[in-house]
């Protein structure tokens, strides 16, 4: 009989065991369809965001609580750039998103620096994103710590997607007034003005970063830079001469000099850096000292 008993124990834990087994199988099974089921909802509740109206009409309707309703859709933002970035890569309804949540918070700085890098490099849509740092030029305050990196992305987009030398440099001049600025700006901007064959300007841009900085090896930089520009600068001013003779005479000039000789130019310009300038015999014209052109080249 004990060993009956004995067996009639057994036999109960056993089936309480199973019975723990299935129901910890079945609550993993909820767990995981509840998870499944979220994950759809918030899916869903994602792309009913392009249902939203403009921000000036929940600008209206938020009442008190525009900033409160901008933080919300901020984080939808941010979630529906991640939900798509992993899926189909279709961001169609960001940037309506973003125009929502800087009409609702204009002061907001990043939601306009985001909203230019995705749109500009992630998605490729530079309209949009050039139409939203233009808005966060306008609305975020100038002393705001990143500011500057507002015009910065506006530079890059005119300078690698538009080609647009002279806009890029506009804008990363801009940039670079504003402290914490990428200490590449006043170089690219040199290049950028000298691309659009505006080297004065360039010029007069770096004397007022040297003027406003103490700094000795920045100054020593700056300088040199300087002195590079006014090289591309006078090189451009031979080979405007070069060609009005040739234009004249039919043949270009054997040396630099003939440009004075013959009344295109008052003197040949003084080569910054202690050198001079020469006229190969492809009638090309170089700095002995500075060899190659300024150019900017973008991988």
């Known amino acids: ?34 998870q499944i089921d979220n994950a759809k909802a918030s899916h869903n509740s994602i792309e009913d965001m392009k249902y939203l109206p403009s921000g000036q009409f929940l600008k209206g309707a938020a009442l008190a609580y525009d900033e409160l309703l901008a933080d919300f859709l901020w984080i939808k933002a941010v979630l529906y750039f991640g939900e798509h970035y992993q899926t189909d890569k279709d961001y169609r309804w960001l940037y309506h998103l973003l125009d929502i949540v800087t009409t609702l918070d204009p002061n907001f700085q990043f939601p306009y620096e985001f909203g230019g890098v995705a749109l500009g490099f992630w998605i490729k849509d530079v309209d949009h994103s050039i139409k939203i740092l233009k808005k966060g030029m306008i609305n975020v305050p100038k002393t705001h710590k990143r500011y500057w990196t507002i015009p910065y992305f506006l530079g890059f987009n005119y300078m690698y997607y538009k080609k647009d030398s002279l806009a890029a440099a506009r804008f990363l001049e801009e940039a670079a007034k504003y402290h914490g600025h990428s200490s590449n700006i006043p170089r690219l901007v040199s290049r950028l003005y000298v691309n659009a ?30 002195k590079e520009v006014i090289v591309e600068r006078d090189i451009q001013k031979l080979e405007q001469a070069r060609d009005l003779f040739k ?6 000039p054997g ?22 300038y020469i006229i190969k015999e492809d009638a090309s014209i170089f700095s002995s000292l500075v060899p190659k052109r300024m150019k900017v080249y973008i991988k």
Do not use: C, W
């Open 247 to 252: 234009k004249k005479t039919g043949f270009y």
């Open 1 to 34: 009989m004990r060993l009956a008993f004995h067996k009639g124990v057994s036999s109960i834990k056993r089936l309480l065991a199973i019975s723990f087994y299935f129901f910890l199988l079945y609550f993993f099974i909820i767990l995981f369809q509840t």
């Open 255 to 276: 040396k630099l000099e003939d440009l004075v000789t013959s009344g295109f130019m008052k003197e040949i310009p003084h080569e910054p850096f202690g050198g001079k």
């Open 197 to 226: 064959k505006d080297p004065e300007i360039a010029i007069s841009f770096l004397n007022e970063i040297l003027r406003s900085t103490k700094d000795k090896t920045v100054r020593k930089d700056l300088e040199k830079r300087i």
